[in-house]
Each structure stands twice: as structure tokens, then as C-alpha cells.
């Protein structure tokens, strides 16, 4: 008589291929999230207001490392970036203020430039600014932050009465940036701590640019089915400027 096969130690090997397979696809799957999260993309969340009205509090947002260069881990090296910071650029940073956390603003100042506000308008190299992404929401008020000239003092311009230099909010400088170092500032002006308050960016720090929108959801909304209603449809897919 022929032996049947033991059909419980056949499906017993079956199951161990079919398992190890999965294991291998998702050790793989692992590995390439790792390298795209570490040299090209990364999520980030927006937390708070000061980037209002360009980027709501909300907006969940994917960021292009390789554009200025990606930190490899454990090295502490750095990729060939595809270009340096330009004036205008939103970026992501390393917070000055916050270890660990990461901070988005809008770069306002390069290695080199004198800046300077009088009543809220922002004056590079002397010429008045034109920026149609800055809000102001609380023009009635110009408060002072001791903290502001502690800092700003050792930057000002030449001929600036460092005796009697008093700044706020709105009006401070001229403030001349040094080599390797960005001004960034908020689009949303009067509720941004940004530059103004703790000083300049590293080029080291900045991580990189957002690249565009993938989710969006208001806190607030009172509507019904907020899993629904509140979701910003509109941003979506939307890439900030």
C-alpha cells in the first residue's frame, strides 16, 4: 500500500514559507520607509496660527529633505543639497528654543542682508518689502519683549544708537545677518515668535521645504460628522507659497 502524505506537516511547511514571505515583505517595505523618511520626505503637522493665512493650524504637511540636503543618522552628515535657501522660501527647522521639536516660517533674510521693520513693513537692504502672504491682525498694539534687545544688540547696523535702541514688534533694527545664519519670521506678523524674539537660523538646523498639503482638519468646526464636515477638502494636494 502506498503512504498518504502527512497533510498536518505539509501545511505546517506551507504556512512557514507563506509567514517568512510576509516577514521578508514587510522587513522590506520598512527599510525603504526608513531611507525615504531619512533622505527625502518627512510628515509634519502645523500646530499653531503663525503661519496664517499660507498654513492653518491643521494642515498636515509632507516635506522634501533632499532639497537642502538630508542628515544622515548617526554620521551627522549631510547629502548634496539640490540648492541652498533662497529669500521667500518656507522652511523647516530645527526649534531654537525647543529641543527636539520642529518649527515652519518663511526665510525674510540671507547671509549678508540688513533688515529692518518701521510700523509692521519689513525693509531689506532698504527697499520696502512686498509681501502679499503676510497678515497683520492686531494692528492697535506694538508690545516690547526685553528679550528682543538681548540678542539684536550685538547685529545692529552701524550709526544705530545702541543706547537709546528700544525694539518691538513692529519696529526694530537695522539688523545686519551673519555669515552661515536666515531671518525667518511668521506670515502671520503679530502672532509669530519667530527671528524678532530668539535670533537667527543655522543653515546646519533647516531641514527642509514643504512640498504640499496631504490632510487638512479644523479643530474648531461645529458642523456634524466633523470626521467629514471638517476636513479642508479645498487643501488638499494644495503646495504652499
Do not use: C
Amino acid at each position: 500500500m502506498r503512504e498518504q502524505p502527512e497533510q498536518p506537516q505539509h501545511q505546517q511547511k506551507s504556512f512557514k514559507r507563506w509567514a517568512w514571505e510576509w516577514l521578508k515583505s514587510i522587513a522590506v517595505a520598512l527599510v525603504i520607509w526608513l531611507v525615504l523618511r531619512t533622505l527625502l520626505v518627512e510628515a509634519f503637522r502645523i500646530p499653531s496660527s503663525s503661519m496664517e493665512r499660507t498654513l492653518l493650524v491643521g494642515d498636515f504637511l509632507f516635506v522634501n529633505k533632499a532639497l537642502y540636503g538630508a542628515e544622515l543618522p548617526l554620521v551627522h552628515a549631510r547629502t548634496p543639497a539640490v540648492r541652498e535657501p533662497r529669500r521667500g522660501d518656507i522652511v523647516v527647522f530645527d526649534s531654537r528654543t525647543e529641543s527636539g521639536v520642529k518649527v515652519v516660517k518663511r526665510l525674510v533674510g540671507m547671509p549678508g542682508d540688513t533688515l529692518k521693520m518701521q510700523r509692521g513693513a519689513l525693509y531689506r537692504n532698504g527697499a520696502r518689502q512686498v509681501e502679499l502672504y503676510a497678515q497683520h491682525v492686531d494692528s492697535l498694539s506694538d508690545p516690547a519683549a526685553p528679550e528682543m534687545r538681548l540678542w539684536q544688540m550685538q547685529y545692529l547696523a552701524p550709526g544705530v544708537d545702541r543706547a537709546t535702541y528700544q525694539p518691538t514688534r513692529d519696529a526694530w533694527g537695522p539688523l545686519i545677518v551673519p555669515s552661515g545664519q536666515y531671518f525667518v519670521m511668521g506670515d502671520n506678523r503679530d502672532n509669530s515668535y519667530d527671528s524678532r524674539y530668539w535670533g537667527f537660523v543655522d543653515r546646519r538646523v533647516i531641514r527642509g521645504r514643504p512640498l504640499f498639503i496631504y490632510y487638512s482638519f479644523d479643530h474648531e468646526s461645529w458642523r456634524v460628522l466633523p470626521f467629514l464636515t471638517a476636513i479642508r477638502w479645498g487643501r488638499l494636494g494644495h503646495q504652499p507659497q
